[in-house]
């Protein structure tokens, strides 16, 4: 199943969001993987998650071989929807421009999931190592507050997430359906991540607890890495 992104609607802004991909990605001020493409695909009621992981993983591929850099894909275990989410990798607006015009229109397909949105954000940093499992907490911020003051209270709040997970990775939302920052950290089992939980408490209760960050919302999802 291919899957060719349609942006309808979108609200356009510059904030800070985050994702979570595979070790060694670059920073936003270097020439590679500046942006990705990150989708959501919830599972249907009475569907099976398998057939549906085994389509994905097939979609991920065909959309390297369009020319993203590379994709991955992570399944919910805790948190909110029942849900895959994959990504993908572009250096610029025109290798997505390159992609996107050169896709031809696929048939329609059997719809085998529930819901499914996408969002393009810029990578800001890229900080976590590849492990079995991650963290994705999601920000938003007050409307009454500047661009520049949303990424600020970003930076404040990934900063801590970092230290305590040992690198965490970081986006910043351009086109989708919400502006929200988002960090992605990964950790090797549950035992390290109440490890790291504890060391986030701690930053939070010493460094963060007095602090007017402004947060509008805030959700948090685990997810484990799907093996290709």
Known sequence: MKQILTICAFVFSMGISAMHHEEGEKHMDTQGDNFAYISTYTMAEGSNPARLQKSLLANIKT?????YNRCGMLRHQFGGNREFLTYCYFDSWEQFADINDGVAATPDVKQLYGNHT??????IESNAKVAPYVLQAKYSFGPYLTDNEKSA??????????????GCNMTEHFWGP???W???????????????????MV????????K????LEHSDNLYTRVSR
Not at 63 to 67: A, F
Not at 182 to 200: G, H, I, R
Request: hydrophobic residues 40%.
């Open 182 to 200: 988002n960090f992605y950290c990964s950790y090797d089992s549950y035992a390290d991540f109440a490890t790291k939980v504890e060391a986030l």
């Open 153 to 166: 209270n970003a930076a404040v709040l990934f900063d801590a997430y970092d230290r305590a997970f040992g």
């Open 118 to 123: 996408d969002e393009l954000v810029a990578v």
């Open 203 to 210: 930053i939070h209760e010493e460094e963060l607890a007095d």
């Open 178 to 180: 919400e502006q929200t």
């Open 212 to 215: 007017k960050l402004d947060i």
């Open 63 to 67: 959309l390297e071989e369009d020319g």
